[in-house]
């Protein structure tokens, strides 16, 4: 069996790496702290179940998802939600795509956008699927370092001006992970400016855009003038809502690029279940007060790991937006020896930061989300093994 080079090329998926990890711990019969992927632990909401279950039972739901960009309701909802959340207006024909979660339409994105040859800009530390998509369509990544002392924001100017005219595709993503890091509105001015002059589409992925603490709600690129001209933005209802596994998301903005982006879809997929687009909008038009809870959870989840590492000495940025903490590696460590570190002595699972990158060397990304238990306990107690047996110079 002769593989194909694009599959050769790929190193494995690194969550399916810290599965691989977490299950030989567990079989070692190591009481885990798990803070690997960002998957949330406590159940979708119970409304948007019910809703879900009300939908199954309707066989109106059981045919081929034939609505071309998604379920008009689905569409309405989401155009509703993005009108109340970022004064945006959206034609949900042409501005809304549903998805079978974001992953999916970040993915199938480079598909419909790189030729062979072409380059695509990427975060370094990103998330992996936009460097394994080009791969996979047959461009080449050009990444852009995200340092912490520009905040985490890709530097546009510093992208060489000969690998700005062969780029097809600018993307970042904010609340970022795996940093936590936040982009002002002025950054998507400059990058809705960039692509522009450089003809690119500049692609967001907001996978954690209602995640903010303290107050914080994250922009969106189409409140920028122009932003629609030039940008698409990629929203996921599996942060939001407790809602992982469901796989729902969606597209909105620039509608020639989301036309484009169905007509490869619809080549490749059948849509999404019906049902889970009714739950979408049971999600998006319902009570909010579970995202209000969730956020809250997440930031005192962050207030108990942040505050208990920094009095062992660890310094580490506190985020305002994602779930995730992005911690310095101690200094004469790689990440991946960290991580193994806190694996062995401390039965703490996380992820080294190299997975994101070569610029993501040098730190590690605590997941707030918890497996297996009851979550501020479980980080009161990740804490406290690492007071008592790691015994690192964290400065
Ligand atoms: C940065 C980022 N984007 C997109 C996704 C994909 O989310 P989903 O496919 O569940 O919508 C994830 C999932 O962890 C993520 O971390």
Not at 349 to 367: C, D
Not at 377 to 382: Q, S, T
Request: net charge negative.
């Amino acid at each position: 069996m002769q593989l194909a080079q694009r599959l050769l090329q790929t190193p494995p998926y690194p969550f399916a790496e810290l599965a691989r990890l977490k299950a030989e711990a567990l079989r070692n019969g190591v009481d885990l702290v798990d803070l690997g992927i960002g998957d949330p632990d406590t159940p979708t909401p119970a409304h948007i179940v019910a809703a879900a279950q009300e939908a199954v039972a309707d066989p109106a739901t059981h045919q081929y998802d034939e609505t071309g960009m998604g379920l008009p309701e689905f569409r309405r909802a989401i155009a509703d939600w993005y009108r109340k959340r970022f004064g945006v207006a959206l034609d949900p024909d042409t501005e809304v795509l549903r998805l079978i979660g974001s992953k999916e339409g970040l993915a199938h994105l480079y598909w419909a956008f790189v030729n062979p040859g072409d380059v695509t800009l990427v975060p370094d530390p990103g998330y992996p699927v936009y460097k394994t998509a080009t791969l996979f369509a047959g461009g080449e990544s050009y990444f852009m370092p995200l340092l912490a002392e520009h905040g985490y924001l890709p530097d546009l100017e510093a992208i060489p001006a000969a690998v700005a005219e062969r780029a097809k595709i600018i993307m970042v993503c904010y609340p970022n992970m795996p940093t936590g890091a936040v982009a002002p509105p002025e950054f998507y001015a400059r990058l809705v400016h960039w692509a522009r002059r450089h003809q690119v589409l500049a692609c967001v992925d907001m996978a954690y855009s209602e995640l903010g603490f303290d107050g914080y709600w994250a922009p969106s690129l189409l409140q920028v003038p122009g932003g629609k001209e030039v940008g698409v933005e990629f929203h996921s209802l599996s942060k939001t809502y407790n809602m992982t596994g469901w796989r729902l998301g969606f597209a909105v903005g620039n509608a020639p690029a989301l036309a484009a982006l169905n007509k490869l879809k619809s080549n490749l997929d059948s849509g999404a279940f019906l049902a889970i687009q009714r739950a979408g909008v049971a999600a998006l038009t319902g009570p909010q007060d579970c995202v209000e809870r969730m956020r809250a959870s997440y930031q005192r989840r962050r207030d108990i790991l942040v505050d208990g590492l920094r009095a062992l000495g660890w310094q580490m940025e506190k985020p305002k937006a994602s779930i995730y903490l992005w911690a310095p590696v101690p200094p004469g460590l790689t990440s991946a020896q960290l991580a193994e570190i806190m694996l062995k002595d401390a039965g703490i699972l996380l992820t080294p930061g190299s997975v994101y990158g070569a610029h993501g060397e040098g730190f590690v990304r605590m997941s707030l989300t918890v497996q297996g238990g009851e979550a501020e306990a479980k980080l009161h107690e990740a804490v406290r093994r690492v007071r008592e047996r790691v015994h690192l110079n964290w400065s």
